[in-house]
């Protein structure tokens, strides 16, 4: 068999080679690996460094007290530091995920492999495999004998969720298959969703960009940097939303 490993969202499409792997219950060269779509990458690179900075400004900016805001400078750095740096990690441990993760596949088996856990499941030993609205995105969980496997579908990019699906749909016997009536109704696309989606986009990307413009005048006129950095970061998501609207409008 070929293996694969899908480095998805790649501009060029390439798929670069991807090492066997196996489990004590059947070595098996495995047919397919899924990787997380990019997107995680980048929202763990981007919040990372952006909860870094405003944890070190925020810090410095209450300890130093230049302006005497805080009354108690040292409790508030010290709260202000705990705070972002909560944030920062949550960044590293998504790029974490990011790098680490693997779903391997073929005819006979599931593996899956986290930051933590790596789990796995024969599929001629599978009890039962649920199809789930939730969370987001919808998700799988496969249960058998020798294991337990939950796939978050949204961490794929649309072409590896739909080959996915696929491919679950076809190795797991359809009476040991539970909620997938419901499940296709609610994810199944349509122009009228994606349409509806669109549109969802086009006004909180206006809302951002009114909240971005509200607190730079109000910011600037008070003189008051809190509503300048609000005025940033709404200005931020709005950038980035209006790029995952240009790219969707290249898609269809």
Known sequence: MLDRCAENGDQDGAIPACQRAS?????????YCYRIRPYYRNVGFGGAAFFLFMGVASTLFAALNADGSFRHPGLAALLFGVFWSFLFLLGVWTLL???????????????????????HVELDWVDELQWRRVPVGGSVRV???FGVVKIELNNFSSADRERLISYLRGAVAETRQTGWDEFR??????????RRRQRVRVLLFLVLVAHAVAFAVVGALGRDVKYLVLSVINALAAAYLF??????????
């Open 143 to 145: 249960s058998g004998v």
């Open 185 to 194: 109704a609610l994810f199944s696309d349509s122009p009228e969703k994606r």
């Open 97 to 119: 995920v990011y790098y680490r993760y693997r779903l391997f596949t073929n005819d006979h088996a599931i593996r899956q492999i986290g930051v933590i856990r790596d789990d």
């Open 243 to 252: 790029w995952e609207l240009r790219r969707a409008r290249g898609r269809h």
């Open 23 to 31: 489990f004590t219950v059947m070595e098996s060269e495995w047919t």
